[in-house]
C-alpha cells in the first residue's frame, strides 16, 4: 500500500506543531522535577549568602596535574568535556532539549513553506499548456 499525502504543506506544519508543543512540555516537565545536585561534590563553601559546591576540576592542584600529564591541550579537552556532560543532566537538561525542540520544529516549518516544487510535473503542465493543437 503507497500512502500519498495530499498536502505536504499542511502535513509538515501539523507535524512541526506536534513536535514543538511536545518538546516544550517535555522540557518543562524535566525543568520543574530535576534537581542540579553536582556530583563528584569534595565539599561546599559559604560565601555571600550562598553555598557552592567544591569539585575537584576546580582547585589548582587537579589542573595542573592535567597540563603537567597533558599539556594545555588537556586542560581544554577536559574542560569541554565536563560543559558537554553537563548538558545532559539537571535543569540544563531542559534547556538543551528545549533548544533542540525548537530547532527541529524550524525545520519541519521551513521544510513545508519552502519545499522545492517537483520540476518534473511542472515541465509536463506547462508543455500541455503552451501546445498549440
Sequence with gaps: MKWKIKDPPVYFNLL?????LAGLISATWIYQTAD????????????????YPIRP????KYLRDLELYGGKANVLVTEFRLWFV???????LAFTLAFITILISLAFFCLAH????????????????????
Aim: net charge positive; glycine share 10%.
Design 36 to 51: 542540579n545536585n553536582p556530583k563528584n561534590v569534595l565539599g561546599y563553601d559559604e560565601g555571600n549568602g550562598s553555598v
Design 16 to 20: 512541526s506543531i506536534v513536535i514543538l
Design 114 to 133: 519552502y519545499r522545492p516544487s517537483n520540476s518534473r510535473d511542472d515541465v509536463h503542465s506547462k508543455n500541455s499548456r503552451n501546445r498549440p493543437d
Design 86 to 92: 553537563g548538558l545532559w543532566h539537571g535543569k540544563s
Design 57 to 60: 576540576e576546580d582547585s589548582k
